[in-house]
């Protein structure tokens, strides 16, 4: 089989191209290696994840239409992973015009060019902040009145609505990925659970947002490729022209303060900690409804938090990553 992957040197994109190539496919991919995080970081995980298996990375953005339709074109995919995006929920106002750029043009520059190369299936990732502050328990893709808070969500909703519009009585068929608070080794620095084992390493200070409590559904990055790869192989089995989205999480929330606690037991001193006021862009809460994806693939993600935060932190304690971790986390915007 042939994929091509966008933000390939990305942390979902980097680990599900790693293991396609490991299947023996023919992986392609795609990346800007912007600045929004340490390009270093990125080259890095192409060099450690990519190269070994000679893999080319095609640098430009996918903002340019014809760029992206010629790769295309010459690949051929048998299936495109749309992973490249503008992450994070923190961007200033004033810079919004990236979330715009690479999460709304780029995706409609790559789902037209699959839709007009006819490439049998279309999969990009969406995220549990399309859900925004649900009240509900576990976040189901079926409840139509969920709404984003952060421009990054209204980003994602707004290609789960444009994608079904491309692909309908086309010969593609689409499925949006929501993903869950993704997490583990090579992740991004701006995350959370990065920063903490930073902090526990290199007995640097940890900005704690709010007093802990929100909760999120941590999912390790190994669970996330493999179910990405089955609900390909699942798609590939309904009709040309469906289009739908499938949550990916573990269905188990944790709150900042647990994962506080989880992380401080793997480290030798305590953590250095000062708290500022929570951000008004984070979601309380997130809970993955993990009922379609059971059906769907007949599995959900099984990696427990203190497993997935374990192999995490024996990674980022080898010499050549720690002396970068804090480095990684300053150059995030």
Known sequence: MRYLVTGAAGFIGSNLAARLAASGHEVVGIDSFNTYYSPELKLLRKKNLLDPYGMKVHEFDLCDLNQTSQVVQELKPDSIFHLAAQPGVRIPL????????????????ILQTAVECGVPNFLYASSSSVYGNSTADTFSEDDNSI????????????NEILTPAFVKRSNTRARGLRFFTVYGPWGRPDMAYFRLIE????????????GGEVKRDFTYIDDITSMIESL?????????GHSDVVNIGGGKPYSLNDLIEIISAKSDSQLNMKVEESNPNDTRYTSADVEKLITLVGEKPEV???SGVSRTFVWASQTDVKQHLLKWIKSTI
Request: no cysteine.
């Open 304 to 306: 427990d938090l203190d």
């Open 94 to 109: 004033g810079s919004s015009n990236l979330y715009v750029q690479n999460n709304l043009v780029a995706h409609a520059n």
């Open 232 to 240: 390909d192989k699942q798609l590939s089995e309904t009709p040309t």
């Open 147 to 158: 709404q984003p808070i952060s421009i990054y969500g209204a980003t994602k909703l707004a």
């Open 199 to 210: 902090s526990a390493i290199n007995g640097t200070n940890f900005t704690k947002f709010g």
